[in-house]
């Protein structure tokens, strides 16, 4: 009866923090959805690791190291917390190796810090979880449906919100690129106009693009109309947007060795470009996580991740063919 009494007492405190969460309207930035409904698909899961990923999409854009540096014990708590709702059996903090991270705080919530050293930009989970498998952190032999990553943000809002009963969504927001002259972060409400936030960077009279995120895997947006959103993190202004020009592939292999989703962009992107959507799709399309590293790397400037991202968007709109007419790979 005391197990009982004790596993229905934490069950309601389970629910409490969900409820939390719910209530508070924190998103996902990996399905654009509210993170309540990520949770309560991961409590099936059997995570056994959770990770936060503090490795930058890109050099400038180092959002994550800021909220690290600014905010330590919210984000060591946060992850703390995701790892005792998920009954995970261990926290990690993936950060760039020359970062001089908080220990101390780190060992007070039971989070290992994991130093990582890489050439290529780690903004996605399977990107970090390859990278801790090729360390020797994770086993190659641990199955990836068991490790859940997360990002700063989320963790730092989680703590907000079941610590502090912080009911207000605000965002560390990075302003950066040659088209500011003062390149800094941001502690902004969700509604505040970007311009505000351009304007304190000094945004040059002749920049000419603004896009969020990253230069990997961002869009153009027009700044005039647009408000920082809960899924906020990054902009980049460029004063002058170069376009290399694309070269024919010369089969070096560097997009099937880094890609985190083990798929062929290569062939994925001739069959892009010869519109044989169907048998991209079969090749593997809909696996590509759009972390952009086939582009960054690609010696040749192919726009790879663009045409898969047309591989999906047209194989979603068009109807399948009929049995026994689909193309052989």
């Avoid at 903090?93 to 007070?108: C, E, G, L, N, V």
């Amino acid at each position: 009866f005391v197990s009982l009494a004790a596993a229905q007492s934490q069950l309601q405190r389970k629910q409490k923090v969900l409820e939390a969460i719910f209530q508070t309207g924190i998103v996902d930035p990996a399905t654009g959805r509210l993170f309540a409904f990520t949770l309560e698909k991961l409590a099936t899961a059997q995570i056994q690791t959770v990770v936060a990923n503090a490795v930058p999409l890109e050099y400038e854009i180092n959002t994550p190291l800021a909220l690290l540096h600014h905010f330590p014990e919210q984000v060591f708590a946060g992850l703390a917390i995701l790892k005792t709702w998920l009954g995970a059996d261990q926290a990690l903090m993936a950060y760039p190796h020359y970062f001089p991270i908080d220990k101390t705080t780190a060992r007070q919530w039971q989070v290992q810090c994991v130093p990582v050293s890489e050439k290529y930009p780690q903004g996605t989970g399977p990107s970090v979880l390859g990278t801790l498998r090729k360390q020797g952190v994770l086993k190659r032999k641990h199955r990836p449906a068991s490790a859940a990553v997360f990002s700063i943000q989320i963790l730092r809002q989680i703590e907000r919100t079941v610590l502090a009963g912080h009911k207000s969504l605000d965002r560390i927001i990075t302003v950066c690129g040659d088209g500011v002259a003062r390149p800094r972060h941001f502690l902004a409400p969700v509604g505040t106009p970007l311009m505000d936030l351009l304007h304190a960077a000094q945004i040059q009279e002749h920049a000419q693009c603004v896009a969020r995120k990253s230069s990997l895997t961002g869009e153009p947006i027009n700044p005039e109309n647009a408000v920082i959103t809960p899924l906020s993190e990054a902009f980049i202004v460029l004063r002058q947007v170069v376009h290399p020009q694309p070269q024919r592939c010369i089969r070096c292999g560097r997009c099937i060795e880094y890609c985190p989703a083990r798929i062929d962009p290569a062939r994925l992107l001739h069959l892009a470009e010869t519109g044989r959507f169907p048998l991209a799709v079969r090749m593997g399309a809909y696996s590509c996580v759009e972390c952009g590293l086939c582009s960054y790397l690609c010696p040749s400037h192919l726009r790879i991740m663009a045409n898969i991202c047309m591989i999906k968007s047209h194989a979603s709109s068009a109807p399948s063919a009929p049995p026994g007419q689909e193309e052989p790979v």
